[in-house]
């Protein structure tokens, strides 16, 4: 940290009037996380379950869903033949996925362990100046920021090689402004921005694995691409988090302004605030497909991979972003009230009015029981919601918000939100 006053010789003294402070501190942090579960075995990869027993002890008998019977202990008409899958019947898209898991290290049935480092590190940088303008006025100008970066490891999958880092930036930006009209009568004005922007990535980001693999139907917005996410019953998930990339942007705007004014026994305070809100996120999740493998068809999740056989898929199209907004407004008066030299009454109120979060195209949805419909905070995005609505056999249980006199938030604003701001009574010996 350095600090002291402003000169420039011969050009400017600031002595008494200009004081600087610069501040810079750093965090480094790794520290070691694990993680124990299980992956398949080289053999069962190539289909081969004769070696393969479950938590019991029991060997995990593969049925063949071609095959009409059973595939139990007692009986294994249903079974593939030595509880083997032949390779012809193994989807290449199959065995380019199971090469992405790692090869057991450990024996017994949780059959693999990893460890690896999460790191933290961050930086704050800050500059303040204050500025003495005259004998009544004071100024302070400040700014802050700070940077952040931090890694998970196990964000996709806890075999560990399917991580992600999060990158963010905090702003902070201020002016206070203090004026003496007198001794006795005082205003304190101050004025803040507070930025925040964060994004999350993939480790696998900008790359399409589900190409490589020879799975279509995914994003090929290389913004988005990475690796799908794969859920395979009775096994390690592997695959990036779904909802990677995760990028979003907070602005918070503060305006505040104080008055004091002590007459007599009286110590009156007057002021108000209004806080500004401003929220944009992009909804990038899945866009790279979910695949969801439950073993019903073969008895065992990497059975029902080997043939190509997910229980479940999903995968969102098209892309919208929030811009989400909210504004507060506030107001109070004050009295510290002294009216014995051991007796000191405390007395205020304060008024508020917190709007409601909107969607600046009013992307907001929101069932109301009292005209049992879901309404809509705006259409300027969906030109066709109608026919949309109509195709979809919803005719008469969609409607507009506005149409029911609401704003764009689909609730009204509550104007009558009184509270006092201080009630005490505070005496003294």
């Not at 920021?145 to 992600?164: K, M």
Request: charged letters at 15%.
């Amino acid at each position: 940290m350095i600090s002291g006053l402003v000169t420039i010789p011969k050009i400017y003294d600031g002595h008494n009037r200009t004081f600087f402070l610069v501040s810079e501190e750093s965090y480094r942090q790794v520290s070691g996380l694990n993680s124990i579960g299980i992956v398949p075995t080289r053999l069962e990869r190539q289909g081969n379950f004769s070696q393969s027993y479950n938590a019991t002890g029991q060997l995990i008998l593969v049925k063949d869903p071609t095959l009409s019977g059973s595939c139990t202990a007692t009986s294994a008409a249903a079974c593939f033949p030595g509880n083997i899958i032949p390779a012809a019947r193994i989807s290449p898209i199959a065995q380019k996925l199971l090469a992405n898991y790692p090869l057991p290290n450990l024996a017994g049935a949780n059959n693999f362990i990893t460890n690896f480092p999460g790191r933290d590190n961050w930086d704050n940088l800050l500059f303040k100046v204050d500025q003495r303008l005259g004998n009544n006025d004071n100024v302070s100008v400040r700014a802050l920021e700070r940077w952040e970066a931090n890694n998970n490891p196990y964000s996709g999958s806890p075999v560990g090689t399917f991580g992600a880092t999060t990158n963010s930036t905090q702003e902070l930006y201020g002016i206070s402004e203090t004026h003496i009209f007198s001794p006795t009568q005082i205003n304190e004005f101050r004025f803040g921005l507070t930025r925040t922007k964060s994004a999350e990535t993939s480790a696998h980001a900008g790359t399409n694995y589900a190409e490589q693999m020879g799975i279509p139907g995914t994003t090929t917005d290389p913004s988005l691409t990475g690796f799908p996410k794969f859920s395979i019953t009775g096994f390690e998930t592997i695959g990036d988090n779904a909802s990677d990339p995760i990028r979003y942007t907070v602005n918070d705007f503060n305006l505040n302004d104080s008055f004091t004014w002590i007459k007599g026994r009286h110590a009156i305070k007057v002021g108000g605030d209004i806080l500004r809100v401003q929220y944009y996120q992009p909804t990038n999740s899945n866009f790279n497909g979910t695949f969801t493998f439950n073993g019903k068809l073969t008895n065992d999740g990497i059975g029902d991979v080997l043939l190509g056989s997910p229980s479940s898929t999903s995968i969102k199209i098209g892309t919208v972003t929030n811009h989400l907004y909210d504004t507060n407004y506030g107001a109070y008066i004050q009295d510290d009230w002294k009216v014995l030299p051991n007796l000191t009454v405390n007395l205020g109120m304060r008024y508020e009015i917190q709007g409601a979060p909107y969607e600046e195209y009013g992307q907001m949805t929101s069932f109301d029981p009292g005209v049992g419909k879901v309404l809509l905070g705006g259409v300027s995005t969906l030109p066709n919601w109608q026919t949309i609505v109509a195709s979809a056999g919803l005719t008469g249980l969609v409607g507009l918000g506005s149409d029911y006199g609401l704003p764009k938030a689909l609730v009204n604003t509550n104007y009558d939100n009184f509270a006092p701001r201080r009630l005490r009574m505070a005496s003294f010996q």
